[in-house]
Nanobody, 126 residues
Framework: VQLVESGGGLAQAGASLRLSCSASGRAFTSFAMAWFRQAPGKEREFVAGITWDGDNKDYLDSVKGRFTISRDNRRNTVSLQMDALIPEDAAVYYC????????????????????WGQGTQVTVSS
């Protein structure tokens, strides 16, 4: 499956951005989807994930209440609404797709995802 992210950019602290990821190539509903991010000098970290049917979601603790992940299985897209941005949210954000053993569970490890987008830069000014 091919993944293409869009929507990154520069935002002031407190503002919002919406990231989108468009998937193609294989049945979208067979994949759990997630967003990861990587800041300079840091490891890639899980931000948010959603199961194939959208029924289960999970988030990095520091983004809970500020970020919302959603998917549209008709349009083969997954989105990340990011509100109340803080400078610590600045990173390259990656969309990922995987097929976990338990389809009702959101995996948080990068190795559980087999397909990755090219990444989109999010910069937050204070």
């Amino acid at each position: 499956v091919q993944l293409v992210e869009s929507g990154g950019g520069l935002a002031q602290a407190g503002a919002s951005l919406r990231l989108s990821c468009s998937a193609s190539g294989r049945a979208f509903t067979s994949f759990a989807m997630a967003w990861f991010r990587q800041a300079p000098g840091k490891e890639r970290e899980f931000v948010a994930g959603i199961t194939w049917d959208g029924d289960n979601k999970d988030y990095l603790d520091s983004v809970k209440g500020r970020f919302t992940i959603s998917r549209d299985n008709r349009r083969n897209t997954v989105s990340l609404q990011m509100d109340a941005l803080i400078p610590e949210d600045a990173a390259v954000y990656y969309c990922a797709a995987g097929q976990p053993a338990n389809a009702d569970y959101v995996e948080k490890t990068a190795s559980d995802y087999d397909y990755w987008g090219q990444g989109t830069q999010v910069t937050v000014s204070s």
